[in-house]
């Protein structure tokens, strides 16, 4: 992805190139935490792409409940997860 932010016109680009790993895998396993808002969106179709091709596949997000401050000093933690599938 060239555009994390803006680039819309690419997410047909990536999920075709992920389509191949998808059809190979046992599992497919989505984190749908953070990120921009189009890498949000790309995971929801790369997560659609999976259930096309009956993929095993689950969902999950994470939660962190630290303050804003303590998250910019400190930024990666052991987080909170919460299955969705």
């Known amino acids: ?17 992920a389509k191949g790993y998808l ?4 599992e497919v396993i989505a984190n749908i935490t953070g990120g921009t808002t189009l890498m ?3 995971v929801q179709h790369l ?3 999976a259930q096309k091709q009956n993929s095993s596949m689950r ?3 994470l939660i962190d409940r630290r303050s804003t401050r ?3 000093e400190v930024p990666f933690v052991e987080s909170e997860s ?3 599938d």
């Open 40 to 42: 949000g969106v790309i």
């Open 1 to 17: 992805m060239y555009d994390p932010i803006g680039g819309f016109n690419e997410i047909e680009k990536v999920v075709e190139h």
């Open 82 to 84: 919460h299955w969705l």
């Open 23 to 26: 059809l190979y895998a046992n």
């Open 47 to 49: 997560v659609e792409e």
């Open 59 to 61: 969902r999950f997000a």
């Open 70 to 72: 303590e998250q910019d």
